[in-house]
T-cell receptor, first 112, second 116 residues
């Protein structure tokens, strides 16, 4: 069965470290998204991609970057982790504009 | 600037009764709306959607109503079951003239508790 996975599921890192969160989907979807979930804010879009070599900034992109070298993967990198980036991160994918997004199980990141 | 708002952080209902979750939006360009359900330690899962050309969409126990003039949508769950206890997010999307976006703007979420 097709799925979307994230790794690691939990991560503790120190301020200033570079961290990469992995997202892998086997749906063969063109669209992929990264969100963060924080209390009182719901899900906020960090970066998104509409296909290989395409990346776009979302509403909270500062301090984050993504790359899309193939259809299946969209890794999220925190260049220099900050305590404000402690959050739960969700990756999602969709086939098209009006199609539902399929979410991964999430990565809980703690920056100390 | 919160374009999609869920003003009730939590809702508690008795099993078998109706649950009504509300969502307001400010951007008149939104033309597609979705509801997602999220259990603890899991990713959100799609529940139901509605296009702006409709005012109602029904799927089993779940019905979404859209009032475009009021920029308001609601999710009705009838009858509510304990397994419906979760966080519910509404989301909105707009298709610009240039075509595909797929971007969703989410509300803050409402935690529903259905008591046995």
């Amino acid at each position: 069965d097709a799925e979307i996975t994230q790794s690691p599921r939990h991560k503790i890192t120190e301020t200033g470290r570079q961290v990469t969160l992995a997202c892998h989907q086997t749906w063969n979807h063109n669209n992929m998204f990264w969100y963060r979930q924080d209390l009182g804010h719901g899900l906020r879009l960090i970066h998104y991609s509409y296909g290989v070599q395409d990346t776009n900034k979302g509403e909270v992109s500062d301090g984050y970057s993504v790359s899309r070298s193939n259809t299946e993967d969209l890794p999220l990198t925190l260049e220099s982790a900050a305590s404000s980036q402690t959050s739960v991160y969700f990756c999602a994918s969709s086939e098209g504009a009006f199609d539902e997004q399929y979410f991964g199980p999430g990565t809980r990141l703690t920056v100390t | 600037d919160q374009q999609v708002k869920q003003n009730s952080p939590s809702l508690s209902v008795q099993e078998g009764r109706i649950s009504i979750l509300n969502c307001d939006y400010t951007n008149s360009m939104f033309d597609y709306f979705l509801w997602y359900k999220k259990y603890p330690a899991e990713g959100p899962t799609f529940l139901i959607s509605i296009s702006s050309i409709k005012d109602k969409n029904e799927d089993g126990r779940f019905t979404v109503f859209l009032n475009k003039s009021a920029k308001h949508l609601s999710l009705h769950i009838v009858p509510s079951q304990p397994g419906d206890s979760a966080v519910y997010f509404c989301a909105a999307s707009a298709v610009p003239e240039s075509g595909n976006t797929g971007k969703l703007i989410f509300g803050q979420g409402t935690t529903l508790q259905v008591k046995p």
